[in-house]
């Protein structure tokens, strides 16, 4: 019986970030107070679909359906409706920040009940709702699904989710979002608060317009004060495009699922040493047939016979030199680490003080 190797192994993707500093847009790491987008859900039906919708037992489905043809005057008891071409879902949608009446987005459809497809189906007109419970949208259209469901009497197959589908600029704003600008001063956020990079956005503000109107409140926020006589618009459209170096966390990110190593550009080693061993074991089964004496009662048996070896390799000490992400990385190749290895490595290096970064497990 062939050997049996009891070890574990798992793919490694290692992510290196470029070390080299470049000058970034402060829109592109950051943003304007309330420049953002925009929720808006609803609960909807979906129908022509081809008896992959929802069954008898989701009651909300075919009282649904009951009250919407009701309102279209068709009278109907819920308790003899029985379709399965009709599907309840819940519908989404992002809308971006500033959008007018009369605009059109995507929308999301997702089944809510046992259908098994959405594919083919059509959502009827849906009211979009926002947090604050008012209608701001209707969504209707052709649902298109990225999946597909095949069924026979005895085999079924199914690719990707066919229960969730999108519908292009299937959605139109009936009114403005609630939205103002505040002509006096705004807000400039940051995507990753910092205090570095929140004082230079207030240092390369003031120094574009010559005056302190800029000041950095905290690591993730720089209020501006708009100079009087200066649109609005066209100071924030100067302001986003001014561009600075950002500085971030020096971190070290792992995915113990999946074997991702992500080293940021930033992260430093200190001196240190590493001998990494590997142990594997290996379990081979010879069973023996066993004859009994001659003219004895016993019985012709196979005997179980069970050989483990255990080999640990012998690896030498190596130290880890360098200070940059592509030395690290270097170094635990010249070593032959394994995808297991280098992530034990790592916990091993910050444990001993000598990884400069902040390390992640996910």
């Known amino acids: 019986m062939a050997g049996k190797n009891i070890c574990g192994y798992i793919s490694l993707l290692i ?22 987008i925009n929720y808006l859900q609803g609960y909807g039906l979906v129908v022509g679909l081809r008896g992959t919708g929802d069954g008898k037992a989701t009651q909300f489905t075919v009282k649904s359906l009951a009250n919407m043809l009701q309102k279209m005057g068709i009278v109907v008891d819920p308790n003899r409706l029985t379709v ?14 500033y959008a007018k009446a ?48 095949a069924r026979g009497r005895g085999a079924a197959q199914v690719k990707n989710v066919p229960t969730a589908g999108r519908i292009p600029n299937g959605a139109v704003l009936e009114r403005d979002l609630p939205f103002r600008i505040d002509t006096a001063e705004v807000n ?55 561009e600075i170096e950002s500085s971030q ?29 590997s142990l594997v074991v290996k379990v081979k089964e010879k069973p023996e047939v066993v004859q009994p004496p001659p003219l004895s009662p016993g019985e012709t048996r196979e005997v179980p016979r069970t050989e483990v070896e255990v080999v640990e390799e012998k690896r030498r000490l190596v130290p880890l030199e360098g200070t940059t992400v592509q ?34 497990v996910l």
């Open 84 to 97: 399965r071409n009709v599907a309840a879902v819940m519908v989404t949608a992002k809308v971006p920040p």
């Open 188 to 242: 400039i956020i940051l995507d990753y608060p910092d205090f570095t990079t929140a004082k230079r956005i207030q240092d390369v503000i003031n120094d574009r317009f010559r005056a302190r109107i800029a000041t950095a409140v905290d690591s993730a926020t720089v209020r501006v004060r708009i100079p009087e006589g200066i649109n609005p618009v066209d100071f924030l459209a100067e302001v986003e495009n001014l």
């Open 102 to 149: 009369g605009m059109r987005f995507d929308v999301d459809v997702a089944s809510i009940g046992d259908a098994r497809s959405l594919e083919g189906g059509t959502l009827v007109l849906t009211p979009l709702r926002g947090p604050d419970g008012q209608i701001y949208a209707f969504a209707q259209g052709q649902v298109i699904v990225g999946g597909y469901e």
């Open 327 to 360: 030395d690290l990385v270097n170094s635990l190749n010249r070593i032959g680490a394994t995808p297991r290895e280098i992530i034990s490595i790592l916990q091993a290096i910050k444990s001993a003080g000598a990884l400069k970064a902040k390390l992640e």
């Open 249 to 277: 966390t020096a971190r070290v990110v792992i995915d113990s699922r999946t074997g991702t190593v992500v080293l940021g550009g930033s992260v430093r080693i200190g001196p240190v040493a590493v001998a990494v061993g």
């Open 15 to 36: 992510i290196l970030l470029s070390t080299l500093s470049f000058a970034e847009r402060i829109k592109d790491i950051a943003q304007v107070e309330g420049n953002r």
